[in-house]
């Protein structure tokens, strides 16, 4: 059997952000970000597409790569989606500035659903999301995906059948 020539992990992140993108598309057009359990699809495509792409790496390897070697290039993907997911959401959000607002409006019906909070503490709480939104973006995005990230590329590690050389093999007596 020829091996196959590996994926790099920079092609695993593109192909990983993209689904990741066409899907946050989706749910913003159709109007079903504020629903409820919608966000572990999204999870689920992250931690089942590192399963896979580390799969295809050590299949590409014949099963050589050791633990560490499939979690790195899961990691290193998972760092090259993670970068790419966040300039593509904060391109979104300049774009359609309507969404940013409709989320700030769905945080104030949340809150008024409260009965504990005064008219004054929901202004506050609304001005204070406005204050550190992309904050909130960029930081609250890398750090769920990368933790995401961690845990699908240990998976895929995990599963990834491995069959180690065997120095003994290669000594000529």
Do not use: C
Request: aromatic content about 14%.
């Amino acid at each position: 059997m020829e091996p196959s020539k590996p994926m790099t992990h920079i092609t695993a992140g593109l192909l990983i952000a993209g689904m990741l993108f066409v899907y946050f598309i989706v749910i913003s057009f159709l109007n079903l970000t504020t629903t409820a359990g919608i966000n572990f699809i999204q999870y689920a495509i992250i931690i089942g597409g590192l399963i896979f792409v580390v799969k295809q790496y050590g299949k590409a390897h014949n099963y050589h790569e050791s633990f560490g070697n499939l979690f790195a290039f899961g990691f290193k993907s998972t760092a090259v989606f993670t970068i790419l997911y966040i300039v593509l959401l904060t391109v979104f959000f300049l774009l359609f500035p309507e969404i940013k607002e409709k989320s700030f409006e769905v945080a104030r019906q949340q809150m008024e659903k409260q009965k504990s909070l005064s008219d004054e503490d929901i202004e506050k709480g609304i001005q204070m999301a406005r204050k550190f939104f992309w904050v909130g973006v960029v930081g609250g995005t890398m750090f769920i995906l990368v933790l995401l990230g961690a845990i699908g590329s240990a998976i895929g590690a995990a599963l990834t059948k491995k069959n180690p050389y065997n120095p003994l093999d290669q000594l000529s007596v």
